[in-house]
């Protein structure tokens, strides 16, 4: 008879085992983007402080939940609230207690609780050919709405300049132009899912520029004075890492030649930083991307399915 998990909210004393349960979960991102472990105890470090000042604020804005067995942690569930929505960012269960009912049962804990809090619905992407994981969020209620792609490959020197009347220019991290425009960028079904995009309360502001665990710079792409799209470059402190593009174009700006001028960008940045991987996520309606990427020799790591959970489905169980 399988033993029943108790769920509790994480702890620091809980970052080793943590750190071993995701290594063997997304072994193949931590071999593309090279985190150690020190990285990843300093990405934690924000929701450690954070679990503070949420209960002094009563503003919260995270929910980390970790699954013990006899008093071993063998499940992790992270989820980051959005303007109307949370989002599951993260949920892996320690290799050895799979298939036991665990990532059910914290799964169903962490909807419950987001749903009981007033939230609208729940956000998830889980990796196409995880048949196992998709066949649960499904059995829960979850549903497809998007798909994204990630791709990968060795930096080096690649010189395609921006269309003419284009140009980048850094912005702050959490310029709020961005979001809008970010917004703009999405899908009319993927916009109706997340909706506005909000900025996040003062205090995550605050702790994700204390704690940056290497570069993380935001570009607006501007035509005429016009934003019309944003690059994101995130880099880690290792250089034997990968550094991460992030790109979001409005569509009557797509397919002009500046997917190609921003992918050689990304390489070229990453190299001079000594970084020897970048990778790249793209939505899958913007092919322009897609195909640029592959023009680019990039290789495709995943797909990843966008799913949703209308919390108002949970009340009527």
């Not at 665990?102 to 609208?120: P, Q, V």
């Not at 079904?189 to 204390?210: D, Q």
């Not at 930083?273 to 897609?290: C, I, M, N, S, Y």
């Amino acid at each position: 008879m399988t033993t029943e998990l108790h769920v509790r909210e994480f702890a620091w004393r809980d970052v080793e085992r943590i750190f071993k349960i995701a290594t063997g979960a997304f072994q193949q991102d931590f071999e593309i983007l090279g985190s150690e472990k020190e990285t990843f105890k300093r990405g934690l470090a924000p929701y450690r402080i954070g679990k503070w000042i949420q209960k002094i604020t009563r503003n919260e804005y995270f929910k980390f939940y970790v699954g013990e067995i006899h008093g071993k942690v063998v499940a992790v569930i992270l989820v980051i609230r959005g303007a109307h929505y949370w989002y599951i960012t993260t949920l892996m269960v320690d290799e050895k207690y799979r298939r036991k009912g665990y990532g059910r049962e914290i799964l169903t804990f962490a909807c419950t609780t987001m749903c009981s809090g007033g939230c609208e619905r729940l956000i998830l992407h889980v990796p196409e050919d995880n048949t196992a994981a998709r066949t649960l969020y499904q059995s829960l209620g979850f549903q497809p709405f998007e798909k994204l792609i990630n791709y990968w490959r060795t930096s080096e020197q690649v010189n395609v300049d921006l269309p003419e009347g284009y140009c980048l220019t850094l912005i702050d991290m959490h310029d709020p132009r961005a979001l809008e425009i970010t917004d703009k960028c999405r899908s009319p079904h993927s916009f109706t899912i997340f909706g506005k995009t909000e900025l996040p309360p003062w205090h995550r502001r605050m702790l994700e520029r204390i704690f940056q665990t290497g570069i993380v710079e935001k570009y607006a792409l501007t035509t005429g004075g016009n934003w019309v799209g944003i690059c994101t470059f995130k880099a880690p402190l290792e250089k034997k890492g990968a550094a991460m593009i992030y790109l979001h174009m409005l569509p009557e700006h797509r397919g002009k030649g500046l997917e190609e001028a921003l992918l050689s960008w990304g390489l070229t940045r990453a190299c001079n930083l000594g970084l020897p991987r970048v990778a790249v996520q793209a939505k899958q309606e913007h092919t322009q991307l897609t195909r640029a990427c592959e023009a680019f020799n990039f290789i495709q790591i995943e797909v990843l399915e966008g799913m949703f959970k209308n919390c108002a489905n949970e009340d009527r169980k």
